[in-house]
Structures are given as structure tokens and as C-alpha cells.
């Protein structure tokens, strides 16, 4: 069997890039029959609470793993290395196209897989650091993070709320009981009906 998996973090990420290089890949080789295993979630995300779990433990002997890159199994090295680690020890090779790696159960695999996955770990380290150096230079410099202070949306939980509020205080509901119903605190139902002035 030959399994096609493919992942992004989000909904703003297209899956179809990554399924292109896939079948141009199998079409090369002849590796027919691909079944897809896609999902939209954060590589962060343990292997066994997304479909990648699925698919390690339904793969078997000689299944062959097609993917566009190594990183689509994970965002550590630690993770990587697992994945293939479990997918090695079950027999199953693990193709990724951008690395060029055909991964098998031999050595020479289990080094490229881990040298790769410990660059890519150095790899976001570096980027995490300077983009703390960025942040912090920027504060020096005088420059605010975030929203600037005292700026307001214009918009408050309880927007919209106004005719609902009156009602079930005309039918005698305490503060307390309304705020419950709406999923806030007192305080802030309060601080919204002294605003709209509801008694």
C-alpha cells in the first residue's frame, strides 16, 4: 500500500500543493493506488491525536509513506525521529520528496533522519531567537507591542444584549442570574448596563 500524507497548520494552507508533488513523485516511480491521509493541523500536535497516529498503526510491512517533506511529520526532532523511528520498526519506508529522502530500515536512513531533524530543530531555535531579539530591540527603541494603550474596539461582549437585559429584568432576574445566562461576570454585566443605562 502506498499512503500519501499530507498536513498544514491552518485553514488559510492549501493541502493541493503537496498532493501535486505526491502523485508526480508515485507517477515517476510507478507507485499506483496512493491513499491519501490529509489534515489541517499544528505539527506541535502529538502523532496520536492527529490521523498520522491512524496511519502508524494501520501501515504494515513494505507499505511505502509518501511525503512532500520530512517536517509534514512533525515540528521537533524528537517528534520526527519517533515517527520514522516507528514507521522503520514496523518495516515501513518513509519517501520524502523535497529532502530526497528514501528511508528504509538501515542505518544510512536512521542517520539522515536524525541529522535532519536536528538541523531543522536548531533551524526554528534560531528564528524563535531572533525574532526575541527583534521584539526586544523594537521596546528599546521606544516602539509599543500590541495594541496601543487605552484604544478601544468599540465592541463589548454584551453588544447587542441591551433588549434581552431589560426583559429579564422586568421579569424580576437578578444581576447575578442574567450573567450567568450570558457567560459573564457581574462585573461586567453591571459595567454594561450603567453604560446603556438599564436599570
Request: aromatic share 6%.
Amino acid at each position: 500500500m502506498v499512503y500519501g500524507y499530507i498536513r498544514v497548520s491552518t485553514e488559510k494552507q492549501t493541502l493541493e500543493n503537496q498532493k501535486i508533488e505526491i502523485r508526480r513523485y508515485c507517477k515517476e516511480r510507478r507507485l499506483r493506488n496512493i491513499k491519501w491521509i490529509a489534515e489541517t493541523v499544528s505539527g506541535t500536535k502529538k502523532p496520536e491525536k492527529r490521523k498520522l497516529g491512524k496511519l502508524l498503526e494501520e501501515a504494515k510491512k513494505d507499505d511505502i509513506v509518501v511525503i512532500a517533506e520530512i517536517s509534514r511529520l512533525g515540528r521537533s526532532m524528537l517528534m520526527i525521529l519517533d515517527v520514522v523511528q516507528s514507521f522503520l520498526e514496523k518495516g515501513v519506508q518513509v519517501r520524502a520528496i523535497k529532502e530526497g529522502y528514501e528511508l528504509g530500515d538501515n542505518i544510512q536512513s536512521k542517520v539522515i533522519a536524525f541529522a535532519f531533524g536536528l538541523s531543522a530543530e536548531i533551524e526554528r531555535q534560531l528564528i524563535s531567537e531572533r525574532t526575541k531579539a527583534g521584539l526586544l530591540r523594537a521596546v528599546k527603541n521606544g516602539k509599543h507591542i500590541g495594541r496601543p494603550k487605552g484604544v478601544f474596539t468599540g465592541k463589548y461582549k454584551l453588544c447587542g444584549k441591551g433588549g434581552f437585559i431589560r426583559r429579564e429584568r422586568k421579569k424580576g432576574k437578578t444581576k447575578a442570574e442574567i450573567a450567568r445566562e450570558l457567560c459573564v461576570s457581574w462585573i461586567t454585566l453591571n459595567r454594561y448596563m450603567k453604560k446603556r443605562r438599564i436599570i
